[in-house]
């Protein structure tokens, strides 16, 4: 998909509808702005700064109870990742 826009006197760009739609980009959205070889690339800012896991590890404490498998890890994040999918 390709269209035509327009930088305004303050610098600002306007994103087609159907764009941001597409890319599910709505008020708010935080976008990184990358200068490539070929032109300016756009792509959604990750929700939290790069982390190494010996910086946090042990942070989360679970009240004396036992540290929870992979699996379980995974079942939660999958289980919160449909939880925000069905709030769409």
């Not at 990358?34 to 690339?41: F, Y």
Request: no cysteine; proline share 7%; charged share 25%.
């Amino acid at each position: 998909m390709s269209a035509t826009t327009t930088v305004s006197t303050k610098g600002q760009v306007i994103l087609p509808k159907a764009i941001r739609a597409a890319r599910r980009w709505g008020p708010g959205t935080r976008l990184l702005v990358e200068e490539t070889a070929e032109g300016v690339l756009l792509k959604p800012a990750p929700a939290f700064a790069p982390t190494r896991p010996e910086a946090v590890f042990g942070t989360l404490a679970r009240d004396g109870q036992a540290a929870l498998s992979v699996e379980e890890m995974n079942a939660a994040v999958l289980a919160e990742a449909q939880r925000r999918h069905a709030g769409d």
